[in-house]
C-alpha cells in the first residue's frame, strides 16, 4: 500500500526486484538536502572545530582566528571543487525514480532494509502463500498488484511446501510421501506446520517436473539438496493443453538427436565448434534440449564417410519419421527417394521409347550417379544394395540400346574428365615410385648376410 501510494503503480519494483526499503534520513537543516554533506570532509571540520575551542579556553584568540579562517577557506576550496561539483551531479543524475521518494515522510523506520523487491518476487512465482489464499490475493487485487506471467505461477506455495518436505526429510529420513499424509501436531513434527497436507503437495511438485525445470531451475536444485525424487513417468508437459509425448519425443528427450546419439567416434574439435556457433535453435522446454545443439551440416561429412547416403531414409528406418520429414523439408529428397521415383517412371512397359533423346540422356547420367553413390552405401543391407546396382545396370544398358542416342561428351564435360584422368595418373605414378623404391630395399636386404652366413 506504502508502496503504491509514493509511486503510483507497480511498474518500477516489476523491473527492480532489489527494491529495499530505504532507511530513514535526519535532517539536520544545516543544508537544503543532507546528502550534499558528503561532499565535504565532515571529520576535519570536527577536528577543527575541536582545536578552536581549545585555543578560545586558552585565551590564544590570535590563533583560534587563524584557524577559523583556514578553515572557511579550507571550506570554500570544497565547494568550489569542479571535481566535487560533477560528481555530486552525476550521482545526483543516476538516482532512480526509487531513490527519489522523501524517505523522512514517507517510510516507516520500522520498514527500513525490507528487501520489498525480492518478496515482490516470490509473491509472483507462487514461492509465497499469497495468491493461493482466496483472502489474500483478494487486498492484493484491490491494489491492482501486477501478478507477472501466469505461465510462471507455481500453484503449491513453494516454500511452505519445502519447509514441510525438510521437516518429512529429518524425520522419516526420505521424500516419499504418501499422498494422504498431512503433517502431525505432535512432538518432533513442527507446530506451525500442522495439518499441512505435505503428501498432496509432493505429488503436486512431481507433476510440476517439466515446468520447474523449464522456468525454476534454481528451485529444482534446492529441491536435489533434500533428495527429492522426480518421478517423469508422471510429469505433465509445460503447457497442459500440449499431447502427450509421443514415442519418437520419449526417445528423443532421453537419447537425443540420433544424428549425434549414434556417431561411435567423435571428430576432434567437432563439439567445441558445435557450442562456439551454438545454439541453433531458441527454446524453453526442457524436453527439447537436444534442439538447441542439433546441426545436420556439422556432422553429414562423418555420416557419409560411414557410408550414410539418405540420413531421412535412415532416420525412418530407426522410427524418428518426424526427424526424417523435418530433415527432407530442410535439405530435399534423399537419395531413395530420388531412386524411387526415377525408377517408377521406368516401370511401366515402353516407356523408355517415350522418352526423348535428352530425358534418356538426363536418366543415364542419374542412374550413373545413383550407382556410384549405392558402392559405398551402408543404409540398406548388401543384398538390397547388389540388387539396386543390378537394376541400375539393367536399365542403362537398355538406354545405351538406342543408336539415336550420342554418348559423346561436351567440351567441359571432356575438360573435366581430363582433369580427373590427370589426378588419377598423378596418383598412379606416385604409387608405382613408392613400389619401386620398397623394392629397391628388398635388393638390398641380402638374408645370407644377415645371418653372417657370406664368406
Known sequence: ??????????????????FVVPTPVETTGFLDDDSELMTFDVDASARAARAIAEFEEQGDFDRGEDLIASEIKRLQQEVGDKEAEEEFSDRLATKTALSQVDNNQNWPEHLAGMNLGGIVSRIRDGSLEVRHLKE??????????DWGDDKHFIDVPFEKAVCAMYAYYLVRGDLFVYEDFAMPNEDPWPEALAGYEVGKAVKRIRELQNFMEAFHPEKVSLLRMIDFVWFPTA?????????????????????????????????????????????????????????????????????YEAGRRDNAFVLRGMGYNQMADEHEKKYGPGLFQQIEWTMASLSEEGALDKKSLEEKKELLGNLSYYRQEMLDCNDVHPEERD???????????????????????????????????????????????????????????????ELGLQQ
Do not use: C, Q
Not at 4 to 18: C, E, H, L, M, V
Not at 136 to 145: M, N
Not at 250 to 256: I, P, W
Open 1 to 18: 500500500t506504502l508502496y503504491k501510494s509514493f509511486y503510483g503503480d507497480f511498474s518500477n519494483i516489476t523491473i527492480n526486484f532489489d
Open 136 to 145: 489474500r490475493k483478494v487486498k492484493l487485487d484491490a491494489l491492482k498488484f
Open 235 to 303: 510429469a505433465l508437459p509445460v503447457d497442459p493443453n500440449e499431447p502427450e509425448m509421443d514415442n519418437e519425443l520419449l526417445k528423443l528427450t532421453a537419447f537425443g538427436h540420433p544424428d549425434y546419439a549414434k556417431m561411435i567416434d567423435l571428430p576432434m574439435g567437432l563439439p567445441d565448434k558445435i557450442v562456439a556457433d551454438g545454439p541453433f535453435f531458441e527454446t524453453d522446454d526442457p524436453r527439447l534440449w537436444w534442439r538447441e545443439w542439433h546441426n545436420w551440416d556439422y556432422v553429414k561429412d562423418y555420416w
Open 387 to 449: 540388387k539396386l546396382l543390378l537394376d541400375f545396370d539393367e536399365k542403362m544398358l537398355e538406354i545405351m540400346k538406342d543408336k539415336n542416342l550420342d554418348l559423346t561428351m561436351d567440351d567441359e564435360e571432356e575438360e573435366e574428365e581430363y582433369e580427373d584422368g590427370e589426378e588419377y595418373e598423378e596418383e598412379d605414378e606416385g604409387e608405382l615410385e613408392d613400389e619401386e623404391v620398397e623394392y629397391e630395399d628388398e635388393e638390398a636386404f641380402d638374408v645370407e648376410d
